[in-house]
């Protein structure tokens, strides 16, 4: 019912910035509580960041807290991952997640996800 692409990740040095962009279509945006998720080779797939339906309310991992940034606009369908100080640890597949009801938190239940972007930090 929802499909979610991203976009943005690419190759970037030590200390740079990207944003990742989700876009969503098939349902009304607004209605959906947004996530971002990483997973890097080898290792499970590990919680970014969440933000409410309306932008309201965020929560965000303790690894990225202070350097990644989620926000959406739903005028666009568009959720973003906003990543400054990036480092090699960061580099990962990131996913973005909708939900269609649930509390703004650190949990893995979304009903649909996207197709991944790549994300490589280099030293």
């Known amino acids: 019912q929802v499909q979610l692409v991203e976009s943005g990740g690419g190759l970037v040095q030590t200390g740079g910035s990207l944003r990742l962009s989700c876009e969503a279509s098939?349902?009304?945006?607004?209605?959906?509580?947004m996530g971002w998720f990483l997973q890097a080779p080898g290792k499970e797939r590990e919680f970014v960041a969440a933000i409410s339906r309306i932008g309201g309310s965020t929560y965000s991992a303790d690894s990225v807290k202070g350097r990644f940034t989620i926000s959406r606009d739903n005028a666009q369908n568009t959720a973003y991952l906003q990543m400054h100080s990036l480092k090699p640890e960061d580099t990962a597949v990131y996913y973005c997640?909708?939900?269609?009801?649930?509390?703004?938190?650190?949990?893995?239940?979304?009903?649909?996800w996207g197709q991944g972007t790549q994300v490589t930090v280099s030293s």
């Open positions: 098939g349902a009304t945006f607004s209605n959906y509580l």
């Open positions: 997640a909708a939900r269609w009801w649930g509390m703004v938190g650190p949990g893995y239940d979304y009903d649909y």
